[in-house]
């Protein structure tokens, strides 16, 4: 992880100016979450996401995807990310954009339950 943020120039968002940042395995090891900027884009870490126990506790639920040749990835399952969504939605400055977004999703898994019982 560190050697792709590296490539990818990461840097923390809003970063106070002359502090310095190391990015390194012991910086990421002792955080949890992380705003950065990279040439890619924002991006988002966030190990311990609001209503969730972390990795241990959303794995089980996740959903792979095949994204090319010998290229899987797992995902967040749907139900699982809507209960985060639902959790930090309790966070003020987020509350409207993440309820907003749980009923999205909801509206999804509806739609997705609805097809899969048609065939």
């Known amino acids: 992880l560190v050697d792709v943020l590296r490539a990818l120039h990461a840097w923390p968002r809003d970063w106070p100016e002359g502090v310095s940042f190391v990015l ?4 990421i090891l002792n955080g949890d979450s992380f705003t950065l900027e990279t040439d890619a884009g924002d991006l988002d870490l966030i190990g311990t996401p609001d209503g969730s126990r972390g990795y ?5 639920g996740a959903e792979t ?9 797992q995902v967040v399952g749907l139900d699982d990310l809507i209960r985060l ?3 930090s939605g309790m966070n003020a400055h987020r509350a ?5 977004d749980a009923a999205v999703l909801e509206e ?10 048609d065939n």
């Open 65 to 73: 995807y095949e994204l090319g040749d010998a290229l899987s990835v």
């Open 56 to 60: 241990a506790d959303l794995q089980a």
């Open 108 to 117: 999804i898994r509806e739609r997705r339950r609805a097809h899969e019982s």
């Open 85 to 87: 969504k639902h959790a």
């Open 24 to 27: 390194d395995d012991q910086s």
């Open 96 to 100: 409207q954009k993440d309820l907003h």
